[in-house]
Nanobody
Framework: EVQLVESGGGLVQAGGSLRLSCAAS????????IGWFRQAPGKEREGVSC????????SYGVSVKGRFAISRDAAKNTVYLQMDDLNFDDTAVYYC????????????????????WGQGTQVTVST
């Protein structure tokens, strides 16, 4: 059974940091690109960051570039999202998603291309 389990969310003050984890199981982790997306109440889902299956290439949304960092650990089948200098606008449910790919260098910024999704983890930033 394919599973993506997000963790690491919580309540943090503005300017603080959190590290989200996305633990994958039930598929060959190295064959999948991973993306992080978020959705705030009343807003559309937004792409946050994505990383190729090799981990060598990544991309960030404009609103998080320079503050967030994505990485993956093949030994642990886990992708991380380090989030620094958080602000109120980062408040949302964060989801990770996986897409099977033949190209280890490709990353995917559009949510509709992903095959599997986690249940999400809530991030709340207080002012």
């Amino acid at each position: 059974e394919v599973q993506l389990v997000e963790s690491g969310g919580g309540l943090v003050q503005a300017g603080g940091s959190l590290r989200l984890s996305c633990a994958a199981s039930g598929f060959t982790f190295d064959d999948y690109a991973i993306g992080w997306f978020r959705q705030a109440p009343g807003k559309e889902r937004e792409g946050v960051s994505c990383i190729s299956s090799s981990g060598r290439r990544n991309s960030y949304g404009v609103s998080v570039k320079g503050r967030f960092a994505i990485s993956r650990d093949a030994a642990k089948n886990t992708v991380y999202l380090q989030m620094d200098d958080l602000n109120f606008d980062d408040t949302a449910v964060y989801y990770c998603a996986a897409k099977e790919t033949d190209n280890s260098a490709d990353f995917y910024i559009h949510s509709r291309t992903y095959n599997y999704w986690g249940q999400g983890t809530q991030v709340t930033v207080s002012t």
